[in-house]
Every structure is written in C-alpha cells, then in structure tokens.
C-alpha cells in the first residue's frame, strides 16, 4: 500500500480542490470528447465498423500505427544510449546537449515539418546524402518515421533521466565485486531497473506519434495507402463534409491513446513499486 | 555522483556512445534548429529584420502572447487544485483521473481541434444558442485561447504530482497541528516546497501553448490579422513563397524554445537533485 | 522572466475567478469588436490559396472605390486556405460575408449543409458567378528536359507528375478532370458524341481508357500536397518530379516569385476552364447588415478596374471587351472544354470521381 489510508483527512481543502479539478477538466476536455463520440454515434455501430475497416483506413492505421511503432523503437533505442551518455558521463557541450532535447517539444509542429523536409529532401543537406545511397527520405514512410522521431524523443529520455539517476552505484558495485562483467551487469541489474520507465517513455512516445499531424504532412508524400497517415485521413473527411467518418476514425484514435495511456499509467505505478521496493 | 572504476565502461565504449549520442541527435535535432536559422538569415539581417514589421505579424504575436496569457494561469490553477486533490488525498477513481488528465499529450492535435468544432460549431451544440446571442467562440479568439488550454492541460498538473505524492503530508500536517489556517498551509508550507516543480511546469505549459499549430489550426479560421497565431503565421508565409519572413518568425519560436531550456537549466541548477521531469516515472521511494 | 508575475499575483480563488471571467467575456468583447460600426464598413472575404495576391491588389482598389461612392472607409479581412477547408469553415461558422472559392461545389456544400445562401445562388452573378476564369497547364523544369508538350507526355518512362489532393484540393480536381477530358478527346475525336445516345458503346469504351490514362498520371505522382501552394513549393523547392499540374495563374506566379531562370510553362493542347466562383453568404451579411456592400464588392469584380486586376493576376477576365487587349497577350490560346460539357456539371463530377467510394479512391485501391 502506497498511501497510508486514512492520515490525508486531517488536511482541508479535498472537496475544494477536487471538484474544481473535476468540473475543470470536464468543461475543457470530457465535454467536448463527448460530442466527438456521439456525432460518431450517428454512423450506428455497423457504419462505425464499416468505415474504420475501408482499405484506405485500415492503410492508413497500419502505417500510423507501423511508424508510430518504428519510431518509438528507435527513440527507445538511441534515447536509452542519449540518457545514458548524459546522465553518466561528462563531456564538452553536456548541458546544451541536454537542453536540446526538449526542442522537438517547444518548436511548433508546422516548423520541425518544413524544416525537417528542407534537410531531408534530395536538394537538402542530408538528403543529398542519402540519396546516392538509393534512400528516399522524404514523401516516403521513412519521412513519417523521421518526423516521429523527431516529436518522441524527449519523452523517451525524459523518462528515462530521472530513472538512470536514481540507479545506486552500490548495487553495480555489488554485482562487480561478485564478479560480474559490466556486460553482465547491464543486462542482469542496469536494465531490469531502468525497463520500467523504458516502457513507459516508449507508450508515450508512441502514443504521440500516433496522433502526430504538423509535422508529418510536410514530409509525407501523402499517398493514399501508401504515405497517408490516419490523423490526416481524419482532416480528408472533413474536407469532404463527412463528419461522422472523421469523427470515427478520431475515435478509434482517441481509444487508442486512452488506452496507451492506462497502460502507461499502470506501468507507472509498476515502476513506482519496484522502486519503492529496491529502496 | 561520482563513478568507480568497477563500474564504468571501457574507455572506447564510452567514447563510442558518447559520439551516437552527438551524432544522433545532430541528425535528428541540431540540424532542424540550423536549418530554421540558415533560411531566416539567407537574405541578411535587414531582410529577417524587417519580417518583423508586418502588421499581420506582429498581431500574429500579439494572439500568441494573448492566448498563452490565459492558457497558462489558468491551467496553472488547475495543476494545483489537481495534485493536491490525487497527492494529498486517497480516492476511488483516482487512477482515472490522472489518465484523463494525461490525454491531451496523446490526443491528436487535428481531433483536439475537431472537439471544439463539434461544440461551438454552427451544427455544433452550442452553435445555434451562441449564434442567436451573437457570440463567437470558434473562428476568434475565444476558441483559439479554449484549444490552446486543452493541449496545455497535463503540463503542471503533470510536474506537481509525482514530487507532492513523494513529498508526502507531514508538513502540512505539522503546520495544521501548530494552529496555522488551511489556505496558510497551502501557500506557506505546500507552495514553497513545489515552486521549482510549479516554475517547470509553467515553463514547458508556455512553450508548448506558443508553439501549437494542429489544434489552433481547425478553430482558427486564418482571418489574415485577426486570428493567425504565430505557428500559423509562419505557414501562411512559407504558403506565399515567403521563405525568409516565414524561417524569421519560425526562428523567434525556436528562439523561445531555446530561450525557455535555458531557463529551465538554471531552474533545474537551482533545484539540484530534485526530480524535475515531467515524464519521471512514478514517485521516488 | 515573463511567467514570474503569473505566480506573483497567484491568490488562490480570486485569481481563479478573474480567469474564468476572463475566458467568459472574451467570447463578448469579440462579437462587440465584430459588431459593425457606422461611417464603416468590415467585409470577411473567405477564398482559396491561389488569390492571395490578387484580392490584395483588389481590396485596396476597391476601398477606394467605396469610399468615393459612398463616404464609408471599407476594410477587407482576407482568410486563405484550401478550398474545401474554407467551405467547412463558413459551414462551421465562420463569419464570411464573401465566398470566392476555387470550384462552384464547395459554394453549392455551403448552400447545401449550411442552408447559408439559396441553392440557386450560381443565377445570382453573371458569367455563372464566375467572374475571371482560369485552367490547367504543366509547370516543366527549365529548357523542358523531358520533352513534356502535352497530357500524353505524362505517361511517359521515367515523368514523375506532381499534384495535389483532388481530395482537399479545388485546383487539384481541375487537374483530375482536365486530364480526363484530354483522354476522351483522344479516344473520341469530338467531345460532342458525349451527348449522343447513339455512341454510347464507344463512350463507354472511352470512358475506360480514360481512366486507365488517369490512373496511369497518378502512378507516377510521388507526393500528394493537400493544397495548390504546397505542391508547387514541393515541386519548386524540393526540387521533386518533372512536371507541375498547376492553375495557370499559379504558374505565371510561380516563374514571376521562383525565378523564371528555375522553370518553364509548358501549355497543353487541350484544357479545361476552371471557374472560380463567388457569391455573397445571404445569412451572415443579414446579420452584419453588410449586404450592400458585400454585392458591391462582387460586382465590381466584373468593372473594367476588376477585370484588368484579375488579368494582371493572370486570371483570364471574363469580360475581355473592357480591357486592353495587350494584357490579353500574356494568355496562350489553346482548346477549352467546360465541366458542364464533359462530365455533366460538379455535382455529377464530384460524386462519380471524387466522393468516398468514387473513381479516384478506386484508382488508389488497387
């Protein structure tokens, strides 16, 4: 048990704060996805299968979901190694380094898209590169998966920072004296503790990518079932005056990250847990 | 934290991920913040300057300001009354709502904006009622301030929880027990003890409700002066071959960007070892 | 630091209450700031990307115009996005007194979903609303390397055609249509056998092979921007493909802001006219109480002042006998043929080729 029970009542102010709160979030965010859902509504359950089943949707998903997923590997990938390096060793330029990798957060979606395309496109600086090479990086879904990227670092070693920090050197040096090699140590101590928010940077960093518009319509080449993803769906059937189809497929994307989130949550308390438990 | 020998990587491994670390993030984030800049300075500083002196951007500034002005307190008292409710108190549901108030960091901006539409559209369910008094709230400010609010709910709430759910409730208690009032409490005792995490918060609440482009997007309605905000202005620009006033204004964004994680170090310089992500995972033991 | 008054200032409720009041009469401060006001005018002139330029150059023309008329100083707020976004937004509720959208259907949506205007509205101005004209040419890299001259040369190895959305782009359409036409032309010999009941095997026939020809250009498009503008950035900027379907005024601005020294317009034997149409919003200038105004400032677009800012635009003016002839020059003739004529109208075009289920998500389905 986490919070001990019944010590809290002494302190005022729980029905003040807590139906402020309440009445807050329903007036800015329940209320309104609650209009999301009923419009959807109108479709019927069979229309609301019926559309989110199209070819052109189910393509759309695969490849929000497909790159979401890549994107978050990889962040979950390099931004372990980048929180590693930051939180472990020093080296020239460390702070900026660190400083940096809240920019994809700050800098407006429409911005990372346009300036991401300028670099990647065959006549940028990367993209001149790449292209001898064969590799298309822009209007390809290699560019949704660099723009994914870019949106879901922070969170990954965001996440991770604080979990790394708070590793106890003693219990390497424990696993060392015992005679364990660094790799072993890795694998059998450094891994098991930090996995947990691992996870949890990796669900959030997907669960914004899955929703990710701004930036991926510029470097996207837009092709339906090719390099369409489902956010962008979701504006093609408005433009078509379809509002029960796009507020559909809004709500399997709505559910979607709901869900992701429950899950991150749970693994956050998993992870509390464990710590609480190492401590 | 000081590292032992036993427990440090051979020296080539430290070099090697050291330098996937540059490189990585050169690639990925060092070269968008250039590009930014190489493009707003193609034409010299007098061409950058004078991007600033169109009266549609300089509005476009204004709105942002505007909207980020309201945004910010508001949801800066919502972060408040949210984790002294789900840190200070035990309660069913409590799961759910931290849940509900992470979603806008997952919900897609396009739906973030669409939500609002379906409320306050014309068809919406507020529309014919607003209409017929003749308020607007979707195509002006008003709905551009409402969606900025929404993306930028979980940012404070986000950062107080976890400390305050570690920091626990003996302080508080203890200055209850000495006779002090409940709203004292609060703000000598509670808000001293979260005011780096609060500073945090607001930090990032204000650079993410001046860079929001998807959401603001569906309500804005793109009157040329009205109610462009700046994220807007820049594709209205780039849209009208513009390149240099569109990477200038784009520029005093990432200048924002940099400005705030330069704030944010000397804010996490100042709280030393607290925890002061946002996405830290759960509370310290 | 900007955000430390913010919690200077925190006072609990009172802040708490200051804001909500805030966010409430914010709502009120706006419709008063929108209220009209005597001795002037405010217009909101929704369009499409394309005329940014050109509507500029108007509103100054024609505030001008106004206040000699009538002693009253006119401002024209301007809000540009692709056509179909625009409709949804008057949908919606965006204020518009002012429709100048890039295809009569996303006016008829107005008509149709909103009940804004009657269904009739196309009656209402002459020339069907439509009061400078446009149509679709090819946009080639400099010197035409690929020898591209005319729909044809589109299909050939190694093009890659660039084009927007017909989903969400007006202009994008013209370009699917436009195509179209071409190939029932080439099948047919004379568009007139369209209408004869007679020939229906063979425009049977021919309506196949022109959607194997259509299906074949958009094989070889490799980005599909949302809009007119982002297509041309792509294909300009980026440097991406061999040939832009682009609005002929688009063109000429193109090589008149990218640099002629960059591409070249290349002009088709055959096209489409593309009629941009405009009309007045009957439920929101009634409110505004702007229906004067609004009427004038449409009607004005067909003045001789209207016509040469259009052709200066490159807009070809409906009204070619009010201006000079030597504005006309810059507008290469070649063969037009009219929506009506070819596909029965945009209502018919739109619901066979581009709803959901219609031929060009068919072409994407395979």
């Known amino acids: ?279 | 934290m000081g590292l032992r020998p036993s427990t440090a990587e051979p020296r080539w491994v430290r070099l090697l991920l050291v330098s996937v670390t540059l490189l990585f993030l050169g690639a990925f984030l060092v070269t968008p913040l250039v590009a930014v800049f190489v493009e707003a300075f193609r034409k010299g500083l007098g061409a950058y300057l004078a991007s600033f002196a169109d009266p549609a951007v300089l509005s476009a500034i204004r709105l942002t300001l505007l909207a980020a002005g309201i945004a910010v307190p508001v949801n800066l008292v919502f972060g408040l009354a949210a984790a002294w409710a789900v840190a200070k108190f035990e309660f069913p549901g409590k799961s759910l709502l931290t849940t509900l108030i992470d979603l806008p960091l997952a919900v897609s901006p396009v739906v973030s904006g669409l939500i609002y539409v379906l409320v306050f559209g014309l068809h919406g369910w507020l529309g014919p009622w607003l209409q017929a008094h003749d308020l607007q709230v979707i195509f002006a400010v008003p709905g551009i301030v409402l969606a900025t609010v929404f993306v930028t709910v979980p940012f404070v709430a986000r950062e107080l929880i976890p400390l305050m759910q570690e920091q626990g409730t003996e302080d508080e208690e203890s200055a209850l027990t000495l006779g002090a009032s409940g709203w004292q409490t609060f703000r000598r005792v509670t808000l001293p003890n979260v005011r780096w995490a609060l500073l945090y918060g607001v930090i990032l609440c204000n650079a993410r409700a001046m860079g929001e482009f998807g959401a603001v997007s569906v309500v804005s309605g793109h009157i040329r002066g009205k109610t462009n905000t700046v994220p807007l202005q820049v594709e209205i620009l780039y849209n009208e071959y513009n390149f240099v006033a569109a990477f200038a204004v784009a520029s005093l964004l990432a200048m924002l960007a940099l400005v705030t994680l330069a704030a944010k170090t000397l804010v996490e310089w100042r709280v030393a070892a607290a925890p002061a992500s946002i996405f830290a995972a759960g509370e310290k033991p | 630091m900007w955000y430390g008054h913010g919690m200077a200032n925190l006072r609990g409720n009172r802040l708490l209450a200051l804001v909500c009041g805030a966010v409430l009469s914010l709502a009120a401060v706006t419709s008063v700031l929108a209220a009209p006001k005597t001795g002037s005018a405010r217009l909101l002139n929704v369009s499409y990307d394309p005329t940014r330029e050109f509507y500029h150059a108007y509103n100054t023309a024609f505030a001008a115009h106004w206040k000699q008329q009538t002693g009253q100083d006119l401002s024209v707020d301007m809000s540009h996005g692709g056509s179909g976004k625009q409709a949804r937004g008057v949908i919606d509720g965006l204020q518009a007194d002012v429709v100048t959208l890039a295809l009569a259907y996303d006016i008829d949506a107005i008509a149709q979903h909103a009940r804004l205007l009657p269904p009739d509205w196309q009656q209402r101005l002459p020339y069907n609303s439509a009061p400078y004209t446009s149509t679709i040419v090819f946009l080639v890299r400099k010197g035409n390397p690929k020898g591209i001259r005319d729909w044809g040369d589109l299909v050939k190895p190694g093009v890659e055609v660039i084009t927007p959305n017909p989903k969400t782009s007006g202009g994008a359409r013209w370009n699917y249509l436009a195509a179209w036409a071409w190939a029932l032309k080439r099948e047919l010999g004379n568009l007139d056998r369209l209408q004869d009941p007679a020939q229906a095997a063979a425009v049977a026939a021919a309506q196949d092979k022109a959607r194997a020809f259509v299906a074949e250009i958009f094989k070889r498009v490799p980005v599909l921007d949302s809009g007119a503008r982002g297509a041309t950035n792509t294909f300009v900027q980026r440097g991406i493909g061999d040939v832009l379907l682009a609005w002929e005024n688009e063109a000429f601005l193109a090589v008149k802001e990218l640099g002629p020294d960059k591409v070249d317009i290349v002009v088709p034997s055959l096209s489409i006219v593309a009629e941009p149409t405009v009309a007045v919003v009957d439920a929101n200038v009634d409110r505004h109480g702007t229906r004067q105004v609004a009427q004038a400032y449409l009607e004005w677009l067909y003045s001789p002042t209207g016509q040469e800012l259009a052709a200066r635009h490159y807009y070809r003016p409906v009204r070619v006998d009010l201006i000079d002839p030597a504005l006309l020059q810059r507008f290469p003739a070649l063969e037009l043929v009219r929506i009506d004529e070819v596909f029965g109208g945009w209502v018919q075009a739109q619901k066979t080729h581009f709803d959901n289920g219609g031929v060009f998500d068919a072409i994407y389905a395979r």
């Open chain 1, 1 to 279: 048990m986490r919070w001990p029970r019944r010590r809290h009542s002494v302190l005022p102010g729980f029905g003040l704060t807590l139906g402020f709160a309440v009445v807050y979030l329903s007036l800015v965010a329940l209320i309104p996805m609650a209009a999301l859902f009923l419009r959807s509504r109108g479709l019927g359950w069979g229309g609301f299968w019926e559309t989110v089943t199209t070819p052109r949707v189910l393509a759309a998903c695969r490849l929000s979901f497909g790159a979401a997923l890549i994107a978050a590997t990889i962040n979950a990938v390099f931004g372990f190694v980048v929180a590693w390096t930051l939180t472990r060793y020093r080296f020239f330029g460390r702070r900026l380094v660190d400083a940096l990798i809240d920019l994809p957060f700050a800098l407006p979606t429409a911005v990372s898209g346009i300036a991401l395309t300028t670099i990647y496109a065959p006549t940028g600086w990367l993209g001149r590169a790449l292209e001898p090479l064969g590799i298309k990086a822009v209007f390809s879904p290699l560019g949704v998966v660099i723009a994914l990227t870019f949106i879901g670092l922070p969170f990954v070693v965001r996440t991770l920072q604080p979990a790394l920090e708070d590793l106890e050197v003693e219990v390497e040096e424990a696993a060392a004296s015992l005679g364990a090699r660094r790799r072993q140590t890795f694998r059998r101590v450094i891994l098991p503790a930090v996995a947990p928010a691992l996870l949890t940077g990796f669900a959030l960093a997907f669960a914004r990518a899955l929703g990710e518009y701004g930036s991926v319509v510029f470097i996207s080449g837009n092709l339906p079932g090719k390099t369409e993803i489902a956010p962008l769906l979701i504006v093609t059937q408005l433009e078509q005056y379809d509002y029960e189809g796009a507020t559909a497929i809004a709500v399997l994307l709505l559910v979607v990250s709901f869900v992701m989130l429950l899950v991150i949550n749970a693994l956050q308390r998993w992870s509390g847990g464990r710590h609480a438990r190492g401590a």
